[in-house]
């Protein structure tokens, strides 16, 4: 099998192939010149999405989390993000200079609207306030433009992830 | 002794108080508002009363609903927790008024040490050293102004019925001082509904140590050491330790700071457990901050060092028994370390992550305590504070317990939420914080000055391998590109080997 | 210090000695069989070797394998555990002979004990006094009546070669002793390799008490108190507690048992940690039974009593380090106790139950420790020994105790398999066991006299309710009558409600 | 609903009605004469088979195990035996007359075959040795017959619950 990943946002071509039970498997780094090294694993899943891993002896136990926040996979003591690889061309050139989404990072409750559909904001600008766990936090507009499409109004409960307004 | 105690409060502490209730042969009242009907201190209680909806003003923080509680149910006593209502005057009064036992003070000394410049007095006129400052609430402009200027620059406001951080403000210059005075009264005003605001000389680079008091209903006070809790962010304590790393250079400091601490609380008329904080100042003066009157988030590390049971000493103090210690009998053994797990993103500026329990698993073995509210499965309520759970260790040295405490918390995972595991695993191994060189600003500097150690290779690629391993199998990280976008890395190598 | 060690061992063992040498910073090397690829010790090590297959005399107990992979690994030492190698000269000369550094006593000093005949001799010598019986194996049935009838009826027939109740047999009179021998021989044949047998005056209700022994190599020589493990079932420890309740009614016996576990220690050249073993009787004379040359299973409430981590003073001990401790240092704090959670079932004669945990909570808080193996997911394999876990606590007294074992039991949860969680939760309730009236023979008593209370009728509602709706929704346990079969309750009652 | 459920042996039938969000229900044991008590409860599942019961103010934490050994609601520190109604003239019935099952207790290795296919056998005569986690267990026969249908030999591993042979 062969699978390209990003991994802690390198992107990674991995292959790897069955034999007797272990995996032989090499990682290659995009841009990376020096070939990688061939290597073998012994992967087993003790339970679902948790993995005991032995490569050449070493023993690694690692956990792959899916959460809303991101996919991760905890290394012993190390966490590392995954992220499937993006299509050239795609979604995250347009962001850069499309309309910004703004999303709740938590989820919480409305507690102060700073601006109105249709109000011109410049970068940094707060929008609204979001309070959750005795905690307030400011969102601000990630780019200048125009407020639209502001899906909440004071008192809401949001979830995370959710589109708050765009800036157009 | 009681036979039923009422627990006004929630998560880990109500779970914690409950323990020792159920081994005091003590049935136990949980008291939840809506969102908390499935929470553990409810699972674990032997009755539970619903007390109003989420919004704690209307549950948690509602006097006549608790106390109705504790009297519908037969309980004859009341345990506070921390937060909520445990250091609220009027409360404890209520408990009294309706003939039930407070578990804490008299509302007495939560009134006198509840103000924190009717505390500043009282401790002065104790004898304990205070920082410089105002003897009272400032009431103008003015007299702000006139105060720092004879303490001299930087002072602090302080919010005079308040704690944790919540109005509080740094003023380096006179020209700071009317906006900060303002932002601090606005927020004490929110936070404790009294705007009243003083001013203290800040000391520089201090730590924040505190010692733990214990006194019976009979004059009889003993104090059990202290707690460093100078690591802080936004004046809330992340990480307590006992003994404090500078006892370990200057042990006489600890049985001075306890006979100021015993001297505080003797003029307050002090009972039950509480806790008399201090700061620090790089020369070793410390100074009188303020008094706790109830049981601290991070007493397991004094039970731990101690081998005393705080809870059990409240009860058996609240049900009106003498101490049976004295103070020689008091003796400290080892190291211990408390790291407070919160669901939130130490990443992005400790960001609250409330959200579901997806995964869960605690360390154990020994000298690893874990005091937690949660469980697999359990949704964290956005309403109230984000403390998932204390994880606690005991070793023989502090080197011992930071070991201790690296490999607990390698050994603790929660998934569903952001939680601090991963932050507190990198500061244990941050040289200042080895050493011990710890004050209030340590975690501002640290965040400055941290280079976290890069991933190595090959934890990416193990990474890398399990994470293309579980997308080929259409696993929720899948979006995995078509087979032939890949090369494959075998011929590249020239390494085409022949696989069974 | 070592900078790599080896674990020759598996379960829970294997599990708390990696902790300790993550704690010091050493790496770990598991070895496991093939039904332990997934177990926790190699998911918890730093490196792992595969040694063979499931049946340990192909894996865990053969020396060349294990050596072997110290050797390849790189390993400096090699921590055997407590069963498996862990008394095995031969595997202690091994590893000296391959330049590895065994961790505990020498292989001479574990020569000697092993040997329950030499190690009764050398006990006699150092003037620790002994069970009345013959001086080694007996040879011949003529024999074996003749010591029986000389020490006097019942007496023991022992396995020379082992310990754990393989291989021994009570015999109450002449007639009972040709098949007790040939059947103790045999049992002893198949478990060690040596049937030899001997034989002692059995003493009458006694308890089991130990005492705990650390050395370094240098000659320096401590105790840290007594075990008390009388509670057995099959000869196998189920509960054990440190102080044994007849100390606190005796407290000289502490002393008197050290100085004389002592003496046998020193007279073996002891070093590292080591058990001797006493049998004591109804007028408190106490007699040598056998020293275990390792680490014992019930370790853990002699650390919650001293304070002490006796795993990293084995490994203080074995990279040559002195002791720092004198006797004069150790001191006992409070009561501990523990439980051996077995995957067995205690209604049906401890019968073994392998198989797959599909729900999984562990105890915890303040003074609560759980030493586990396991892991939500895992199957218990058939081919090893039933420890779950190890549940330890610790209190202020014996009486706490009890108590916050019983919560902690109460909190922990297993199923998949059964356990003896349940048992213990009773068995804590007895009188008899919270008198601390212990001997060997007790758990035969107690099941003879327990009279388990009858379920409470408000639990039997709740469980009847909460599996009729579980089986109306179609969950496992269904296989619902048809509604129409059920009378209505409400109509029987004549409380026809309107609801909602 | 209605539902007859048997409870540590004792045969239940149990009734309850949803009211606005908890649950009346009665409970009424079989040859019981007096009218059981309408009770309140709040049933809340917090995780899967995992239940926070309060009835009347008490609070239980009930967990229910389906095992290979049984059904059981764990109620607090009270463990309860739970089974579906067995059929009248069922199979119960039957058992005790009819050919008896002998089932392994205990996944296991045959260490020891002590009867062969055919043999006679008198109630409790040891039929086979199986040993689990170093101990040894003589299964015996549940009653006198002839040995038939004898699935196993030495060597063999067996599941719990296997059918090991019948007595007829």
Known sequence: MKMKRVVNGCAMDVEWREDSGSQQFVVQREGASAAPPLQSADVQEVEPGIYSVLVEGRSYDVRVEHAHYGDFVQVGPWRVRLEAPVRRGGSAAAAATGPAKVLSKMPGRVVKMLVSEGDAVTEGQGLLVLEAMKMQNELTAPRAGTVRGLAVQEGDVVAAGAMLCRVE | ?500
């Not at chain 2, 409950?18 to 929470?39: H, N, P």
């Not at chain 2, 919010?159 to 303002?182: D, H, I, T, Y």
């Not at chain 2, 609250?352 to 469980?375: K, M």
Request: proline fraction near 5%.
């Open chain 2, 1 to 500: 002794m009681f036979t039923k105690v009422l627990v006004a409060n929630r998560g880990e502490i109500a779970v914690r108080v409950m323990r020792a209730l159920k081994e005091f042969g003590i049935a136990s009242v949980a008291v939840y508002s809506d969102v908390d009907r499935g929470a553990l201190h409810v699972r674990m209680a032997d009755e539970a009363v619903a007390i109003g909806p989420a919004d704690s003003r209307e549950s948690y923080l509602n006097i006549p609903r608790v106390v109705d509680a504790a009297l519908r149910t037969g309980a004859q006593a009341v345990h506070p927790g921390y937060g909520f209502l445990s250091e609220n005057a009027a409360f404890a009064q209520a408990c009294v008024d309706a003939g039930l036992v407070f578990i804490g003070p008299s509302p007495d000394s939560i009134r006198s040490m509840g103000s924190k410049t009717a505390a500043r007095a009282i401790a002065r006129d104790a004898g304990v050293p205070t920082v410089p400052g105002a003897a009272g609430a400032v009431t103008s402009l003015e007299e702000a102004l006139a105060v720092a200027a004879a303490v001299g620059y930087p002072v602090l406001l302080k919010a005079a019925a308040g704690g944790g951080g919540k109005g509080m403000r740094l003023v380096e210059s006179p020209a700071e001082m009317e906006a900060a005075l303002r932002d601090a009264a606005g927020e004490a005003e929110r936070a404790f509904h009294d705007g009243r605001v003083y001013i203290e000389k800040a000391v520089l680079r201090p730590r924040h140590i505190e010692i733990q008091v214990l006194g019976d209903q009979y004059g009889n006070l003993i104090h059990l050491g202290e707690r460093e809790c100078s690591l802080q962010r936004r004046h809330q304590k992340v990480i307590e330790e006992c003994p404090s790393p500078l006892m370990r250079e200057y042990p006489e400091l600890r049985q001075q700071m306890g006979e100021a601490a015993l001297r505080a609380a003797r003029a307050a008329g002090y009972y039950n457990a509480g806790t008399v904080e201090f700061l620090v100042d790089e020369q070793r003066n410390f100074y009188f901050l303020e008094m706790n009157t109830r049981l601290q988030v991070e007493h397991p590390v004094t039970e731990w060092v101690t081998g005393l049971d705080l809870v059990h000493e409240q009860l058996r103090i609240a049900s009106g028994e003498r101490l049976t210690l004295r103070q020689e009998d008091v003796r400290w053994h080892g190291a211990s370390l408390e790291c407070r797990i919160y669901a939130e993103d130490p990443e992005n500026h400790f960001f609250p992550s409330p959200g579901r329990i997806t995964r869960l698993e605690r360390p154990a073995g020994p000298g690893v305590r874990v005091d937690s509210g949660v469980y697999l499965g359990w949704t964290i309520p956005m309403e109230y504070d984000p403390l998932i759970a204390k994880l606690s260790v005991h070793a023989a040295t502090r080197e011992l317990a930071i070991a201790r405490m690296r490999s607990a918390l390698e050994e603790y995972s929660v998934d569903g939420v952001k939680t601090t595991i991963g932050f507190f695993h990198h500061i244990l191994q941050d040289e200042e914080f080895v050493a011990g060189r710890l004050h209030t600003g340590f975690l501002a500097d640290y965040f400055a000055r941290r280079e976290l150690p890069p991933t190595p290779r090959e934890i990416e690629d193990v990474a890398a391998l399990v994470g293309a391993m579980e997308a080929s199998r259409g696993g929720p990280a899948s979006g995995a590109s078509a087979p032939t976008q890949v090369r494959s890395l075998w011929k590249e190598r020239g390494r085409l080997r022949s696989f069974r």
